[in-house]
T-cell receptor, first 111, second 114 residues
Framework: KQEVTQIPAALSVPEGENLVLNCSFTDSAIYNLQWFRQDPGKGLTSLLLIQSSQREQTSGRLNASLDKSSGRSTLYIAASQPGDSATYLCAVVTGANNLFFGTGTRLTVIP | KAGVTQTPRYLIKTRGQQVTLSCSPISGHRSVSWYQQTPGQGLQFLFEYFSETQRNKGNFPGRFSGRQFSNSRSEMNVSTLELGDSALYLC?????????????FGDGTRLSIL
């Protein structure tokens, strides 16, 4: 059974810092990996999707990498802003179209 | 383009009752998935529908069921509600199943069981 782990569970950084969030998964037979953010009381906003054949994806200040063979992904956030404060979730798709989610990293960016 | 719409946003029920939640996918999206989010278990997959057929089901009891209509809108039903069913229920849509399309989520229905 696929298990997805995110470290750290919580992270506080001062505004302007670059930071890395980590995600690991146990079964490397994935179709893709997706990073989401969730604001309190809200649904999930898709940030980046990396296909299993890709190594990384970039969107603005966000860069996600994927090392499928080692079962790891990282989300790099450059020049963090208070508006980046949220819970970040990674999820992998294996076989059918269902996502296996990690437990998330709660990020706080301090002004 | 409108996003995924879930109704109602909040719902309060008592044990033993049943509930129906609704999800309207993004226009053109034909695959709809449902997830349950709780503080203890995180986000867990419930089921996925495509072309009015359930394609995949998570590890939940038979009290949890769903369906999809010809316009791709989906409903999920929970019967004989238990306290542990209190959760945020999220719906996600994608263009098609198969894992190569991103899933887009609604804001969820928060269900509270008294």
């Amino acid at each position: 059974k696929q298990e997805v782990t995110q470290i750290p569970a919580a992270l506080s950084v001062p505004e302007g810092e670059n930071l890395v969030l980590n995600c690991s998964f146990t079964d490397s037979a994935i179709y893709n990996l997706q990073w989401f953010r969730q604001d309190p009381g809200k649904g999930l906003t898709s940030l980046l999707l990396i296909q299993s054949s890709q190594r990384e994806q970039t969107s603005g200040r966000l860069n996600a990498s994927l090392d499928k063979s080692s079962g790891r992904s990282t989300l790099y956030i450059a020049a963090s802003q208070p508006g980046d404060s949220a819970t970040y979730l990674c999820a992998v798709v294996t076989g059918a179209n269902n996502l296996f989610f990690g437990t998330g990293t709660r990020l706080t960016v301090i002004p | 383009k409108a996003g995924v719409t879930q109704t109602p946003r909040y719902l309060i029920k008592t044990r033993g009752q049943q509930v129906t939640l609704s999800c309207s996918p993004i226009s053109g999206h034909r695959s709809v998935s449902w997830y349950q989010q709780t503080p203890g278990q995180g986000l867990q997959f419930l089921f996925e529908y495509f072309s009015e057929t359930q394609r995949n089901k998570g590890n939940f009891p038979g009290r949890f069921s769903g369906r999809q209509f010809s316009n791709s809108r989906s409903e999920m039903n929970v019967s004989t509600l238990e306290l542990g069913d209190s959760a945020l229920y999220l719906c996600a849509s994608s263009l098609a199943p198969g894992g190569d399309q991103p899933q887009h989520f609604g804001d969820g229905t928060r269900l509270s069981i008294l």
